[in-house]
């Protein structure tokens, strides 16, 4: 009697499981026995009322347990039953990487406020036998990746490298110019022939009028730069750096020179008398000493070309 009695208790139970008010509420599997990381089909079979409205409590859940996963939800698929009934086939897809024996515990579908359980099932994973898996192969091996100095250099490089560039730019346009005193931003003139520039210089010195000023030693000095200057440009000999004895010497050497080496060789023993011994010429020497410097720059004048004449009236 005892037994008749606990037989029948269990039978209510799962009845109350399967059913909440009008609602039916069952679970298959495809398979009972699965393989770790394969899949199978978890059938959920509803039945109620076309009326009713119902849902799943746990439908973004992404497993069913700590053990079994659920890749995927395909749409669940209504039939109607007539006598205002319908049956509702929904299923999991599920998949396990953990061997073993798992139970799937009673899913909960709540309808109308009432909750309805399916049946408890149970799924059995056999692990992987991978000495039996041909087609298993060894890992590729980490292949190195070539080297690459962009690689090693910090986001923006260019602008670092934008930045050297113009420090280096500026330090040698320094050097270059500004230390010199001179603006490369300004536009320069171009420089006149040796010739022109020293008939104009001494044309300036004579209007200046410094010796008859009483300033015989700025007169003498300005008239021998001019010719140092002269001389450096139209024989590229460097005069400014030389004693007047070692200019003499080296156009005494010069073919074009030597006929008026005198008259140079005059003016600038006046000149070291002036500045150096502090003596004071006459009017004349004065008058004298600028006439040889401009007989010395006309006599050694550059001779323009019979070609270059034609192509300059051309």
Sequence with gaps: MRHIVMTALVLIAATATAWGGNVTFKARLDSATLLMG??????????????????????????????????????????????????????????????????????PYVVNGDTAYCNQLSLKVLPVDVRQMKDIHDIKPVEEVPFNVLDW?????????????????????????????INPLKPTKKRLPP????????????????????????????????LRVYIDRRFHINAVEMTSSQIIDTLKRND?????????????????????????????????????????????RPVEQPQKKEEAAK
């Design 256 to 300: 074009e020179t030597k006929a008026v080496n005198e008259q140079l060789e005059m003016i600038l023993e006046v000149a070291d008398i002036v500045k150096f011994a502090n003596a004071r010429p006459l009017a004349d020497d004065n008058e004298v000493a600028y006439q040889r410097a401009v007989n010395f720059v006309e006599a050694t």
């Design 38 to 107: 394969k899949t199978t089909t978890l059938h959920l079979e509803i039945t109620q009322d076309k009326d009713a409205r119902g849902f799943f409590p746990g439908e973004q859940l992404d497993t069913l347990n700590a053990m079994i996963e659920i890749a995927d939800r395909p749409a669940a698929d209504t039939t109607d039953l007539d006598n205002n009934r319908i049956q509702i086939n929904r299923d999991l897809i599920i998949q396990s990487f953990d061997s073993g024996m798992w139970i799937i515990k009673p899913i």
């Design 195 to 226: 010739y022109e520039e020293a008939m104009i210089n001494l044309q300036n010195l004579k209007a200046a009028q410094l010796w008859q000023q009483g300033q015989e030693k700025e007169y003498f000095t300005g008239l021998t730069d001019i």
């Design 153 to 181: 250099l910090p986001g923006y490089w260019w602008l670092w490298l934008l930045a050297l560039l113009l420090i280096v730019g500026g330090i040698w346009a320094y050097r270059k110019y500004y230390k010199k005193g």
